[in-house]
């Protein structure tokens, strides 16, 4: 069984199942990104880039090169278990990115299936992390965050390390909507993150694409899940 806990500190959640459990989730990711037919298309590029890291992580999962147990977290059941630690924002906006490339490719019962175990148990470790964080919260499961944003992905690099820096726990936690706020479309922050990445660009001499977040700053490694 597939099911999702929020890691100690608050960064994010723990992904956890089966080899079979986590390989069913990684076959459905792989069918809604890198489609060669729209590959250059504005928009999709970006969406394939934030999928991709994503992908990532439950391929390593499955591998058994990320977290490992021998008993079900839920049940205790015993058995071999395997598992990745990703944050709430990299996470959330995956989430909206396969959905969205979902609208444009052809789908069966049990893509949706997995997308809605997926959803079920974001929101059921959101709640099991902090009631009063997660009421503000879980509107982003579904389509609060924009998935037709041309540079999804640099939206979410940039919220993911402002809720780094607030250093997790529920206090950080609680925050979290405020600053999905950028990702939701029209907003002042997510026009004003716009206009800050079009400045950027014409002051780089270059597309928006191109542009790298600067977190050189940030030690990922020493973050306190």
Known sequence: MLYIIPTKHGLGLEIWGTYDDLNNFYEVVAKFWNNEDKINQKGFDNRDTLISGFSYEIRKAKEGNRLKTDRNHLTYEEDSYLGVQISWVHFLFSLTALKFNMRYAETN?????????????????????????????????????????KYIYHYMRSINLD????????????????????????TEEYKDYESFLTAEAKRLNCEISELELSDSDFDYETVKW
Do not use: C
């Open 163 to 186: 809720y780094f820096k607030l250093g997790g726990g529920k206090k950080a936690f609680r925050k979290l909507p405020g600053l999905l706020k950028r990702a939701v479309y029209y």
């Open 109 to 149: 019962k049990f893509d949706i299936s997995q997308i809605l175990v997926i959803e079920f148990w974001l929101e059921k470790a959101m709640y099991s992390y902090d009631v009063v964080g997660a009421a503000h919260l879980t509107g982003f499961i579904e389509d609060a965050i924009y998935g037709g944003n």
